[in-house]
């Protein structure tokens, strides 16, 4: 089967670092997406890793361990409009995308 | 602004009604994905089109039917609708297996 787990919410301060983790077992893996989404909108991506190790983009990295099944995003220097859901998606076949059910951010001042 | 462009925006009908909702793909962009989410869910891939076939089937269910159109945009037809298909109903583009960018959205909702 196909499973994709992330944590349902989690809450931190303006200025803070926080890491969203993503475990998955997908029976066919062609990489790992985060996106960004905000209440009512599209998701906009964030990150994509293939290759195990980190993936830096300004305030956001992530991290990709294919043998463990284990990705995860880390945010820094959090802002209030970070404040959203943040999905991790693992792309099968076809560019097929399995998303998990998100991780709602609320970030605190 | 993604480039990918998805109509109506809002829409609201009856149970047992027919609806189609409308999707344009980035200019390139051959492959063009739908996805359901319902309130406080993931998102759930239903069905990919590349170039004009279908590729990819995924939760769809057999009330839903969708086609992609030789000048690339797609429709998405719901039918026989149930109070359960209140959802949001997102439309995404990319070239073959790039990243896929995400339409702003239809927001349908069944009474």
């Known amino acids: 089967g196909q499973n994709i787990d992330q944590p349902t919410e989690m809450t931190a301060t303006e200025g803070a670092i926080v890491q969203i983790n993503c475990t998955y077992q997908?029976?066919?893996?062609?990489?790992l997406f985060w996106y960004q989404q905000h209440a009512g909108e599209a998701p906009t991506f964030l990150s994509y890793?293939?290759?195990?190790g980190l993936e830096e983009k300004g305030r956001f990295s992530s991290f990709l361990s294919r043998s463990k099944g284990y990705s995860y995003l880390l945010l820094k220097e959090l802002q209030m409009k970070d404040s959203a859901s943040y999905l991790c998606?693992?792309?099968?076949?076809?560019?097929?995308?399995?998303f998990g059910a998100g991780t709602r951010l609320a970030v605190h001042p | 602004d993604s480039g990918v462009t998805q109509t109506p925006k809002h829409l609201i009908t009856a149970t047992g009604q027919r609806v189609t909702l409308r999707c344009s793909p980035r200019?390139?962009?051959?492959?063009v994905y739908w996805y359901q989410q319902s309130l406080d869910q993931g998102l759930q891939f239903l069905i990919q089109?590349?170039?004009?076939?279908?590729?990819a089937k995924g939760n769809i269910l057999e009330r839903f039917s969708a086609q992609q159109f030789p000048d690339l945009h797609s429709e998405l037809n719901l039918s026989s609708l149930e109070l359960g298909d209140s959802a949001l109903y997102f439309c995404?583009?990319?070239?073959?297996?790039?990243?896929?960018?995400f339409g702003p959205g239809t927001r349908l909702t069944v009474l």
């Open positions: 995404a583009s990319s070239l073959l297996t790039g990243e896929q960018f």
């Open positions: 997908t029976s066919g893996f062609n990489g």
């Open positions: 890793n293939v290759l195990d």
């Open positions: 998606a693992v792309r099968g076949g076809y560019n097929k995308l399995i």
């Open positions: 200019s390139g962009d051959l492959s």
């Open positions: 089109y590349y170039n004009g076939e279908e590729r």
